[in-house]
């Protein structure tokens, strides 16, 4: 829910000060409340701990001596970086070591007297064909990348331009080895893997076998897979202690897993994530209703192995309230093509959900209602032996036929409402 703002009144008084034209007014109200729409959207926005793409929403800020830790970590801080500095910086090193070792080639031809014109008595000179700064900046490119023109080159005549050429060409192997792996680790990171694991917009609240399960998708788009996944799962929420000690961003772990309940799932199509509402779970006492009021985040967290690579990527989303939909269930989207004989995934039913009848009560009162109708039909229905039962009407009958799950649901009539009346946003069928 988004809180009223201050500035709403603020900008109410704006446009009633400013009275424009008849025919501008439409056009000047329509700008304002666009206004008022974009700092509204990221006030809300901003209160996530992790955004919908994966992103997380944390700033570190008052960090003692951050440049210099992050300068102690060079290479993670160019991997991190965004590629216009990290291109900068890729630059830079090869153009400082040209112009650094081109004033040490002019500096040793000048030393020598190789910048006068050469005579055939003269002395042998050290660096042929460097006369000025230019022709020793071309002599430094050369040497350094190994081009070799012909036309500039050192002589025996100095051994300190031996030491130098060994120098200038041990820095720029180092500099070419270590500017390919900053850019390689940037086009390997794992992180881009992310982009192409999909998780539903939104996440549904229905019944699976009796129990009430907050359920999510989750999916991938590449023909290659993710080795070893895994799903978990946080809520984070605001929490008081026993002690008066608020926690803002209270975490506590969410049991979930594919249709078996494992956190490890067969990552070969789209899956349906199921956490059980059970009284372990931070959901059990969360009715629809108090849904609406609630302030809470789950975050979802998918890890894995890209099987291409070896390497270990995590993709992260995250569902407020108002994106969870109570009384709902994902359409199927696998279908089996007898024509091809493939089973055929349709990503264009990947959001999609249709309404289903489930109990608007929370789980705990679920389960409340269901152990007291139990207990009512044992009292009605006294067993004679393990195996039979003696109903209402004096007879005999099995255990199963006395009570049955679809007896108790149409009991519960008076807690399931029109699944349109449930809140949160309608899927788009």
């Known amino acids: 829910?988004?809180?009223?703002?201050?500035?709403?009144?603020?900008?109410?008084?704006?446009?009633?000060?400013?009275?424009?034209?008849?025919?501008?007014?439409?056009?000047?109200?329509?700008?304002?409340?666009?206004?008022?729409?974009?700092?509204?959207?990221?006030?809300?926005?901003?209160?996530?701990?992790?955004?919908?793409?994966?992103?997380?929403?944390?700033?570190?800020?008052?960090?003692?001596?951050?440049?210099?830790?992050?300068?102690?970590?060079i290479f993670t801080t160019l991997v991190d970086a965004q590629w216009r500095w990290t291109l900068l910086v890729f630059s830079m090193n090869f153009?400082?070591?040209?112009?650094?070792?081109?004033?040490?080639?002019?500096?040793?031809?000048?030393?020598?007297?190789?910048?006068?014109?050469?005579t055939d008595t003269g002395p042998m000179k050290c660096v042929v064909g460097v006369q000025s700064m230019l022709t020793a900046f071309l002599f430094s490119i050369e040497s350094q990348h190994t081009i070799g023109y012909g036309t500039r080159s050192i002589?025996?005549?100095?051994?300190e331009a031996i030491i130098v050429l060994c120098v200038q060409s041990i820095i720029g192997v180092m500099i070419q080895a270590f500017m390919v792996g900053i850019v390689f680790a940037k086009l390997s990171r794992p992180k881009k893997r992310t982009q192409t694991l999909l998780f539903s917009r939104n996440a549904v609240i229905n019944q699976r076998d009796g129990r009430l399960c907050l359920m999510f998708r989750v999916g991938d788009m590449r023909k290659s897979h993710i080795i070893e996944a895994h799903i978990r799962a946080q809520l984070i929420s605001k929490k008081i202690t026993r002690e008066g000690e608020i926690l803002p961003f209270y975490q506590q772990e969410m049991k979930v897993g594919g249709d078996g309940e494992e956190d490890r799932i067969f990552f070969i199509w789209p899956?349906?994530?199921?956490?059980?509402?059970?009284?372990?779970?931070?959901?059990?006492?969360l009715s629809a209703a108090d849904m609406i009021n609630e302030r809470f985040e789950i975050i979802v967290m998918l890890e894995g192995v890209i099987e291409s690579t070896g390497m270990t990527t995590q993709a992260r989303s995250s569902y407020l309230p108002s994106e969870i939909l109570w009384g709902h269930r994902f359409e199927p989207l696998v279908s089996y093509k007898t024509e091809t004989?493939?089973?055929?995934?349709?990503?264009?039913?990947?959001?999609?959900?249709?309404?289903?009848?489930?109990?608007?009560?929370?789980?705990?009162?679920?389960?409340?209602?269901?152990?007291?109708?139990?207990?009512?039909?044992?009292?009605?229905?006294?067993?004679?032996?393990?195996?039979?039962?003696?109903?209402?009407?004096?007879?005999?009958?099995?255990?199963?036929?006395?009570?049955?799950?679809?007896?108790?649901?149409?009991?519960?009539?008076?807690?399931?409402?029109?699944?349109?009346?449930?809140?949160?946003?309608?899927?788009?069928?």
Not at 96 to 118: C, K, M, N, Q, R
């Open 341 to 429: 004989g493939e089973h055929e995934v349709d990503y264009n039913l990947f959001n999609n959900t249709y309404e289903v009848n489930t109990p608007l009560c929370s789980s705990r009162e679920l389960d409340q209602i269901l152990h007291s109708q139990a207990v009512a039909d044992v009292q009605k229905c006294p067993s004679t032996n393990e195996s039979e039962f003696t109903c209402s009407d004096g007879d005999s009958c099995p255990e199963s036929e006395c009570r049955s799950n679809t007896d108790m649901i149409v009991e519960l009539r008076h807690l399931v409402l029109d699944p349109r009346d449930v809140p949160g946003p309608e899927s788009q069928i």
């Open 155 to 159: 002589t025996d005549e100095c051994p």
């Open 1 to 73: 829910m988004i809180v009223p703002l201050k500035l709403d009144s603020l900008f109410a008084s704006l446009m009633a000060m400013l009275q424009p034209s008849c025919r501008s007014r439409n056009s000047m109200n329509a700008w304002f409340e666009s206004i008022i729409r974009r700092y509204r959207q990221t006030r809300y926005c901003s209160r996530r701990v992790v955004f919908k793409h994966g992103d997380c929403n944390v700033v570190q800020g008052n960090v003692a001596k951050r440049r210099r830790k992050y300068l102690q970590d």
């Open 271 to 285: 899956t349906t994530i199921v956490h059980r509402i059970t009284e372990d779970s931070p959901l059990y006492h």
């Open 95 to 118: 153009v400082t070591s040209w112009f650094g070792f081109a004033v040490i080639w002019y500096l040793i031809a000048y030393s020598h007297g190789d910048l006068e014109p050469s």
